[in-house]
Structure formats: C-alpha cells, structure tokens
Nanobody, 129 residues
C-alpha cells in the first residue's frame, strides 16, 4: 500500500517562505500527475497547483506567481515552494496523486479533486500578519 507523506509546514510571518515536500513510498508506480491542495478552517478544500511529468504545470489564480511546484522523480518527491506568503494562505496543505498512472496533460490539467485518489495526511502552514 503506497502512501504520501507531506512535510515542511510551519509558522511564518507574512512575506516569508516555506518549502513543502511530499514523499511517495510503497508504490509500484506513482502517477505522472500530482497536485497540491489546501483547506483552511471552515472552508472547502481547494486546488493549488498541478505537475505533469511532461514538465507542464499550472496554478490556481490566487497563487499569482508566488508558488512553484516541482518534482524529483529520482527521489519520488513532490515539492511546493511557497514565497511571499499571506495570512490568507493559512491552511492545511495536502499532496495527491491522480488515479491514472499515466494521465495525459489534458486529463491532469482538467482533473477534479475526485480524480486524485491517493492523498497525504497534510502539513499545516500558518502565516501571521
């Protein structure tokens, strides 16, 4: 049984940076489409960024160039670099893998949260003003 384990969260002041990591283990093959999502208290979980093995990636509008998603396949690890953090970025951040081992960029890009069927336990990011 594979698992995704996030780390790197913490408490920072507005304008600060964090680097989140998501390590995959126990999988015979992790999907080539992975993403980061977040959920703030009292709000629904929302998508943050997606990465496809082709190198293509996309971001939610609220990112506004502040975050960067990347993946080290050799280490089976997905990253999310968070820069210029704002108090409204405070949330639990989750990584997830698409259900298809080899998703097309179209399927990756247009996938709903329900298309991601393997989730980590989350890492908390708290940004103070």
């Amino acid at each position: 049984q594979g698992q995704l384990v996030e780390s790197g969260g913490g408490s920072v002041q507005a304008g600060g940076s964090l680097r989140l990591s998501c390590a995959a283990s126990g999988y015979s093959y992790v999907s080539n489409c992975m993403g980061w999502f977040r959920q703030a208290p009292g709000k629904e979980r929302e998508w943050v960024a997606r990465f496809h093995s082709s190198g293509l990636r996309d971001y939610a509008d609220f990112v506004e160039g502040r975050f960067s998603i990347s993946r080290d396949s050799a280490k089976n690890t997905l990253y999310l670099q968070l820069n210029r953090l704002r108090p409204e970025d405070t949330a639990m951040y989750y990584c997830a893998a698409h259900h298809a081992p080899t998703a097309s960029w179209y399927d990756c890009h247009s996938g709903e949260q329900s298309d991601f069927d393997s989730w980590g336990q989350g890492t908390q990011v708290t940004v103070s003003s």
